[in-house]
Nanobody
Framework: EERLVESGGGLVQAGGSLRLSCAAS????????VGWFRQAPGKEREGVSC????????RYADSVKGRFTISSDKSKNTVYLQMHNLKPEDTADYYC??????????????????????WGQGTRVTVSS
């Protein structure tokens, strides 16, 4: 059974850093992508970043470029989202999700969540000003 579990959220002051983790289990091989999405109170869910686990190709939303870095550790079946220079507007529930399309053909996307079939339970990030 495929499963994603996020961790690492918390309360941080503006300008601070956090690292989120997404532990994956039950997926066959590494031919899939993992995306990070977030949803702030009263707002729609938005894509933050994604990575192809097999070859490490990444994408970022413009709002986080230069501040967030996504990476994966195949040995631990874990994808990380390192967040620096956090801003109050980064406050949201953060979710990781898996896109099982052939990563050799389809580059992961942060523009839509419709390709993501499996979702974690989320972890809350709160950035105080």
């Amino acid at each position: 059974e495929e499963r994603l579990v996020e961790s690492g959220g918390g309360l941080v002051q503006a300008g601070g850093s956090l690292r989120l983790s997404c532990a994956a289990s039950g997926f066959r091989g590494d031919d899939y992508a993992v995306g990070w999405f977030r949803q702030a109170p009263g707002k729609e869910r938005e894509g933050v970043s994604c990575i192809s686990v097999s070859d490490g190709a990444t994408r970022y939303a413009d709002s986080v470029k230069g501040r967030f870095t996504i990476s994966s550790d195949k040995s631990k079946n874990t994808v990380y989202l390192q967040m620096h220079n956090l801003k109050p507007e980064d406050t949201a529930d953060y979710y990781c999700a898996a896109d099982l399309r052939d990563a050799l053909i389809y580059l992961c996307t942060v523009r839509s969540d419709k390709y993501y079939d499996f979702w974690g339970q989320g972890t809350r990030v709160t950035v105080s000003s």
